[in-house]
């Protein structure tokens, strides 16, 4: 049996990682993230890039060492195309270039939102049977993206919801920010909302039509209700802080499942899978489970080092893509806006 070894390079944000996959088994899984953007409540491109340049030689090697393999062991060197900053695509997409050239292996271009997909399928080790079978349903919620997806096969996906306006990611991170929490604040809406009662106010939910989203009406509707609040209280956000975070952590999961579950029924799908950095979210991982049993479902909910930006995710659809012979040349550049 041939022996297929993949470098994953990643760089489509503000985490430079690399990864190594050996014939679908993860061997190394190296992130550096970039403290740099905590000071401006964002992501500020260009200080992206650089950090991506000065982080990107190390993570690799970083990653090659504990795989404990050696360079010429590397079959192929797959890498995110998009989407993401450009800026940041470019340093990844040139040192994979690079690398292959001088390794005179072959270069796989990976779509970063295919990735998120199939981390399902990185293997823990050998005996690992844990990943869901085609068609399933899979649940894409991060920074940039919310989607619902059916994969009927590694390489085949269809979306058929997504947001029209901003992500669910977006919507906790914008949320956050109007309550004075840092950048990025999802995590940190995700702690503090353990502590509240969720039931605790209401915000306007979406009403569109089909299986698509939309998150900036209930942005707004927060943005006036703290707004409001604060004229009558100076120390509203301060004095409820957990129940504004239970409550509007509540409503983004209510609105994620609503079109999941109608998603489920009218597909008749029952494997349902979830990806993307939201679905680190432990309120929406608690009401997952919940849902599964009510509706039969055979839930998968991705280790959380696979559910935000890394290269191990990118690295295993190289494998998927390797053993198609999806190869592409020097000539490729990376593209910004790639969809599904
Ligand atoms: O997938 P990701 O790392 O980046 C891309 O957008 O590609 O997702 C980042 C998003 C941010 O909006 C962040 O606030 C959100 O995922 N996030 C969370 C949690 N962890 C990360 N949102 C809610 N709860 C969390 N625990």
Known sequence: KENIVILGIES???????????????KSNEVAGQAVHKAYGGVVPELASRAHQQNIIPVVDQAIKKAGISRDQISAVAFTRGPGLLGSLLVGTSFAKGFALASGIPLIEINHLQGHVLAHFIKEDENDDSAPNFPFLCLLVSGGNSQIIIVRDYLDMEVIGQTIDDAAGEAFDKCAKVMGLPYPGGPLIDKLAKEGDPKAFKFAEPKIKGLDYSFSGLKTSFLYFIRDNIKNNPDFIEENKSDIC???????????????????KETGIKEITIAGGVSANSGLRETLQKEAEKHNWKLHIPKFA?????AAMIAIT???KYLKGEFVGQDVAPFSRMVI
């Not at 239970?246 to 489920?264: D, E, F, G, N, Y």
């Open 12 to 26: 489509s944000c503000d985490d430079t990682s690399a990864a190594i996959i050996q014939n679908g088994v993860i």
């Open 246 to 264: 239970a409550s509007i952590q509540h409503t983004i999961i209510k609105v994620l499942l609503a079109k999941l579950k109608r998603a489920a």
């Open 306 to 310: 696979y559910t935000t930006d890394n």
């Open 318 to 320: 190289g494998y998927y």
